[in-house]
């Protein structure tokens, strides 16, 4: 089998193959961790060539690496976009890019709701060195074409949103913002849906960002990112926002972690989405929840959409409890099998507090305004068999 990609093969059989061909590494099924800082050149003129860029080939793995380079390889094919690269941490592919692509007095106009960190980066970090940040709600078409300006160069959200499920319409706004200016780079956080779910350059926007250490690794296990799109743009980002001003570089061995976890990305996304839809419906139905905020269910607000540009509903959840944020307390203290943790995407199922967690950045009233209740509460459907979830859910909602 070729390592190129082939768009007659099925998104299972690429998320095993694609980017590795076992024929140029003595055979071995499994790709080679390159454990090496540095390459050694033949001669000068060499070296003087590979640094600056007149010769492909590796000189020094801050830049790129042989087995970083499989996992970017696979990771463009699965995304359907021409490059990727691949970095030590969701926020390193997030900050890198945006580091990247945005100069003082240029505006990014963001969705008004983020992962805590991504906010903060962006309140806290670019807007210090002159990006002035704009928050529209992109759900509300009128309101990004309200806020887009001669200044706009990005724009960027998730969707569906951490933490409160809101789901945009990803190819609608990418054809809003082109029609107003072609220049301006659309950015969708894919982490919550991965490849497999939905590919949003296939949408229309312009590159994809990660947090590979959720579904992508898949087993709690890791810390790592990626930006994905045209092999022009995630060239800048390499040799300008990793190279020189993040240095948000990926290690090998995590590398290789992160192949082997693509292997089983689709099925495991099967299972995450199936346990997810079950969770959502006994939530509906409890007495003890006021609200489900799933796109999975019928009366979801972005059921519609999230049916026509997702392959299915994603693994995540969140809810509000009748009780607010004391109910919530008592609910996530009373898990047994269901762990109290942040993060996401990985096999045991993880409940969190996003005000008092994820998103506690945002201060008291950021998150009023940026639409993060106080008592929501966020899980993380697992790999487990539903009815044993299930079965740890309600019995912490009826103590
Ligand atoms: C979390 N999220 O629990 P890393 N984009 C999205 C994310 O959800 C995250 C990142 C980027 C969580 C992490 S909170 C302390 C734990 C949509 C991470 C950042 O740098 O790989 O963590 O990715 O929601």
Same mark, same amino acid.
């Given at each position: 089998m070729s390592s190129t990609s082939n768009s007659k093969l099925s998104f299972a059989t690429r998320s095993v193959h694609a980017g590795y061909n076992s024929a140029d590494h003595e055979g071995s099924l499994n790709p080679p961790i390159y454990m090496t800082s540095t390459f050694a050149f033949d001669n000068v003129a060499q070296g003087a060539a590979r640094f600056a860029g007149e010769e492909s080939g590796h000189f020094y793995s801050r830049v790129s690496n042989p087995?970083?380079?499989?996992?970017?390889?696979?990771?463009?094919d699965l995304e359907e976009g021409e490059a990727a690269l691949a970095t030590a941490s969701g926020m390193g592919a997030i900050t890198s890019t945006l580091w990247t692509l945005l100069?003082?007095?240029?505006?990014?106009?963001v969705d008004k709701t983020l992962y805590g960190c991504t906010f903060s980066f962006m309140e806290h970090g670019l807007k210090k060195f002159g990006v002035d940040i704009c928050y529209a709600d992109f759900t509300d078409h009128a309101d990004i074409q309200a806020n887009l300006s001669e200044n706009t160069r990005v724009l960027y959200f998730e969707t569906p949103v951490n933490p409160n499920m809101r789901v945009m319409d990803i190819a609608a706004i990418s054809a809003l913002t082109k029609d107003y200016n072609p220049e301006i780079r659309v950015i969708v956080d894919n982490t919550y849906c991965t490849p497999a779910l939905q590919r949003p350059l296939t949408l229309g926007a312009d590159l994809v960002v990660h947090s590979a250490t959720k579904y992508l690794g898949g087993h709690g296990d890791l810390i790592a990112g990626a930006v994905v799109g045209d092999a022009e743009t995630i060239q800048q980002i390499r040799l300008s926002g990793l190279?020189?001003? /993040?240095g948000a570089v990926i290690a090998p061995m995590t590398v290789f972690l992160i192949l082997r976890g693509i292997k089983t990305l689709q099925l495991r996304m099967e299972r995450h989405c199936q346990n997810a839809?079950?969770?959502?419906?006994?939530?509906?139905?409890?007495? /003890?929840?006021d609200q489900v905020f799933f796109p999975g269910l019928k009366?979801?607000?972005?059921?519609q959409?999230?049916?026509q540009q997702m392959d299915d509903f994603g693994g995540m959840i969140a809810l509000e409890l009748k009780g607010g944020y004391e109910a919530g307390v008592r609910m996530l203290n009373r898990l047994k099998l269901v762990k109290l943790a942040v993060s996401l995407g990985d096999a045991e199922t993880l409940i969190q507090h996003p005000a008092s967690m994820t998103h506690s950045v945002y201060t008291p009233e950021e998150r009023a305004e940026h639409g993060i209740s106080e008592g929501l509460v966020r899980i993380s459907a697992g790999l487990e068999a539903v009815g044993d979830i299930i079965a740890d859910l309600e019995q912490a909602l009826e103590g």
């Open positions: 087995t970083q380079q499989i996992l970017e390889t696979r990771l463009a100069a003082p007095g240029d505006q990014l106009l190279k020189d001003m /993040t839809q079950a969770i959502a419906e006994m939530l509906e139905q409890h007495p /003890t929840v009366n979801n607000p972005g059921h959409i999230a049916s």
